[in-house]
């Protein structure tokens, strides 16, 4: 009970933090551990890089074409 003055400024620490709060809303499924990383993730930016070649490449061909 000694320290309960503690309480007073660490409530408003708290409710400063919490409204920040909507400006970073939640995305579910991200992660930043290392965990978070599989062999899934890895083929979907290949994936990704194959699209983008493709779109890359019509782009090209739509190009010539005019």
């Known amino acids: 009970m000694d320290q309960l ?10 409710a400063n933090f919490l ?3 909507p400006e970073f809303p ?4 991200s992660s ?3 965990a978070g990383i ?3 993730l ?3 930016a290949d994936a990704l890089q194959q699209l983008n070649s ?12 005019r």
């Open 5 to 14: 003055w503690l309480f007073v400024p660490l409530r408003q620490v708290v």
């Open 19 to 21: 409204r920040t709060i």
């Open 26 to 29: 939640h995305q579910p499924g």
């Open 32 to 34: 930043l551990s290392v």
């Open 38 to 40: 599989s062999l899934d």
């Open 42 to 44: 890895f083929r979907r």
């Open 54 to 65: 493709v779109v890359d490449r019509l782009d090209q061909l739509e190009g010539h074409s």
